[in-house]
């Protein structure tokens, strides 16, 4: 079936990789694309609010099917820090390297290092239901940020079994691999697209 489909986020490297993970028979909207620019709001408490957020807002306005994207990493040695909070950790700026260096200050005095990123995608389907799905990666956080690839923390995450940063790695063992994908994947199955 021919499915067409508004990717709400303003991430450009979110997009490239959903639009890289979805199946090419569907019909995929960026927001730009139906008229819609600037950064929706995330005023929720969790990623799931969040998402679910940023899905609806989006369905209210065009009337298609949506889906959207909330992504955190959380540190277990941080009590989860920045979790919700990881776009704006230093600041509502949303400056990466800042966030980045944060980061990594605050995981100076601290041997743990474990880190997972997880991601909520919000589908709100053509009748107008919600629907939720999760995946996570689990990894550690690196010394120092590494590699060119990806976008966000994937300069300072190391997924557990590999050597490498997310941002050190082809896109394409990420996007095998990583939370958005399992997210994906179970969009997917759910879905019968
Ligand atoms: P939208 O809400 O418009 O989708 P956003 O950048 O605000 O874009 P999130 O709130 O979901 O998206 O992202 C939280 C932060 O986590 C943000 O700084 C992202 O760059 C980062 N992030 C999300 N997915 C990531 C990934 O796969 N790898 C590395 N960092 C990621």
Known sequence: MNTSLVVCTSNPGKLLELRAMLPSRMNLFSLPEIGITGDLEETGRTLEDNALQK?????????????SDDTGLEIPALHGEPGVFSARYAGPQRD???NIRKLLNRLEEHNDR????????AYI?????????TGVVEGTIA???????????????????????????????????SHR??????FMEHQAF
């Open 55 to 67: 899905a609806m807002t989006v369905h209210e306005l065009c009337g298609l099917p949506c889906l």
């Open 143 to 177: 010394m120092d940020p590494k590699g060119s690839h990806g976008f966000g923390y994937d300069p300072v995450f190391i997924p557990i079994g590999h050597t490498l940063t997310f941002a050190e790695m082809p896109t394409e063992l990420k996007n095998g691999m």
């Open 125 to 133: 389907d053509a009748n107008g239901k919600a629907h939720c799905y």
């Open 181 to 186: 994908a399992k997210a994906l994947r179970s």
């Open 96 to 98: 990466m390297a800042a």
């Open 114 to 121: 474990r880190a997972r990123f997880r991601t909520v995608l």
